[in-house]
């Protein structure tokens, strides 16, 4: 067995895609998902336990649970919210859970991992449809003979950096009668008022089903939400594994999201972000990016992978870091620079990384 692993090992590393761990250096900041700083925002909790006796369902549910929850239905303008220990684990148990035998999803085809593990575990059938092309999906819901029809999508693509059609999507499954889920995770802290996300900034959040806001990029902290209604909750608590069978957060991180979510001022820092990217864009102008214009994930793409390295290093021998991304992250020959701009970012830094893009 040890051979048969290595020799896959092997394989990935003569190709040049071998994955390892590494502690990031100090260094100029393009790579991280903490768009806002927030990350960085220090909340001082006094006397609280750092650790969880168990799932919700057993002894790990506490009232700061309850109460992060009712505020987070609040603030993202839903029925009801369910936390659940990461974005990955909310994706995985949502999908699996709600999706049944003889459902059809149709699934963009470059959601996230997670989202197609989820699909993997359900016992419904899926089929992909071409990345934002409201035709393609209006041609296979038209189709579709399930009774059931789900649609899934992210508001914001990680790999591309550019932005669903939420409104244009909302439209065509109401038409259909298909339920929309839509995935939040790089949105979320991001678009909207007060970081509030995309489905509410185009004013289509009565017509998803559930929504998943991760804390673990934009807010900075541990932790994802699923939001939808008050059934969609109970059915979660009764029958999705990942929550059921999984520890509870400590309560001290309840009162993290709830205070970085809910109640911190991110207009400000917002506003930087939005600077950041503006003058960032402006300045590479000649470049062809993949990325919506007002997006802070920006993506250039590479057909020759030996170039993308060569720019990689360049730019890390600036003090830069950022991150290179490869099949089979990405579909073979379209190998990826992924730049993430922050409201920290300062002119200086985009100036020096601008230079490194353009040599």
Same mark, same amino acid.
């Given at each position: ?13 003569? /190709? =040049? ?16 998902? #903490? ?29 700061? +649970? ?47 991992a ?9 016992? +419904? ?14 041609? !296979?819901?038209?189709? /579709? ?5 789900? *649609?899934l ?20 499954? !109401?038409?259909?009668?298909a ?8 949105? =979320?802290g ?6 509030i ?11 998803? &089903? ?5 804390? =673990? ?11 939808? /209604? ?24 309840? !009162? ?29 102008? +000649?470049?062809? &990016?993949? /990325? ?17 390295? #060569?720019?990689?290093?360049?730019i890390?021998?600036? =003090? ?9 992250? *990405?579909?073979?020959? !379209?190998?990826?620079?992924r ?11 985009? #100036? ?8």
């Open positions: 067995m040890d051979e048969r692993l290595l020799n896959k090992l092997l394989k990935r590393k003569a /190709s =040049g895609t071998l994955r390892t761990l590494q502690i990031p250096e100090n260094g100029i900041d393009f790579f991280s998902n #903490d768009y806002i700083g927030l990350s960085k925002f220090n909340i001082p909790i006094s006397d609280e336990p750092n650790g969880s006796t168990g799932s919700r369902l057993l002894s790990g549910n506490t009232l700061e +649970a309850e109460r992060c929850e009712l505020r987070l239905a609040e603030h993202f303008k839903a029925e009801a919210a369910l936390i659940y220990n990461s974005g990955y684990v909310a994706n995985v148990g949502l999908l699996s859970a709600i999706l049944q035998r003889g459902d059809l999803v149709f699934y963009d085809q470059y959601v996230h997670s989202s197609r593990d989820g699909l993997r575990l359900s016992l +419904a059938e899926s089929l992909s449809f071409k990345h934002n092309n409201i035709e393609d999906l209006r041609t !296979k819901l038209n189709k /579709s003979k399930a009774a059931t029809n789900y *649609v999508i992210e508001s914001l693509y990680s790999m591309d950096g550019d932005l669903a059609p939420l409104s244009e999507i909302a439209a065509l499954c !109401k038409s259909f009668n339920y929309l889920i839509v995935d939040e995770a790089h949105a =979320g991001v678009y909207g008022r007060g970081g996300g995309m489905c509410i900034e185009t004013q289509v959040e009565s017509d998803v &089903f559930a929504r998943i806001v991760t804390f =673990g990029k934009a807010y900075g902290c541990h932790g994802a939400v699923v939001l939808g /209604s008050n059934t969609l909750k109970s059915f979660l608590v009764n029958f999705s594994r990942s929550f059921i069978y999984s520890t509870a957060l400590p309560s001290s991180s309840y !009162k993290v999201i709830e205070r970085l979510v809910t109640k911190t001022n991110i207009e400000e820092r917002l506003q930087l972000l939005k600077q950041n990217i503006t003058y960032f864009r402006k300045q590479c102008h +000649a470049l062809e &990016f993949l /990325s919506d214009l007002n997006s802070p994930i920006q993506i250039l793409e590479f057909q020759n992978k030996e170039i993308l390295e #060569d720019l990689v290093n360049r890390k021998s600036h =003090g830069i870091y950022t991150k290179a991304i490869y099949p089979p992250t *990405v579909p073979q020959g !379209k190998s990826r620079l730049l993430c701009l922050h409201a920290f970012n300062t002119e200086n830094e985009i #100036d020096i990384l601008t230079r490194c893009l353009l040599q």
